[in-house]
């Protein structure tokens, strides 16, 4: 059982890495790609204002999930803002 355990936890590793050596190198570079693709659909979604803070703005209500939510945070006037009721709290 120790053993196919090593070898699942081996493959899930061998999964994040993908071509890095570190696994520092492999989140950073998880990390800029997330980042190219929220600025790609970021201006995707700038097309329609209405769309755009639906999904990054501040949520309404409680039950509403966006991203900000999902973050807990949202940009407003340039800066940084807590979320009072992360996606996770919302019942879901």
């Known amino acids: 059982m120790v053993a196919a355990k090593a070898i ?15 696994l520092s190198e492999a989140k ?7 980042k190219l693709d929220l600025d790609k659909l ?7 204002s209405s769309v755009y803070h639906r999904v990054f703005g501040i949520p309404e209500t409680e039950k509403e999930t966006n991203y900000s939510a999902y973050i807990g945070m949202v940009k407003k006037n340039g800066k ?9 709290s919302n019942g879901a």
């Open 80 to 88: 940084k803002q807590s979320v009072k009721y992360p996606a996770a």
């Open 28 to 34: 950073m570079e998880i990390y800029n790609k997330h």
């Open 8 to 22: 699942y936890d081996w493959s899930v590793l061998s999964d994040i890495l993908g071509t890095a050596t570190y």
């Open 42 to 48: 970021k201006n995707l979604l700038k097309t329609d």
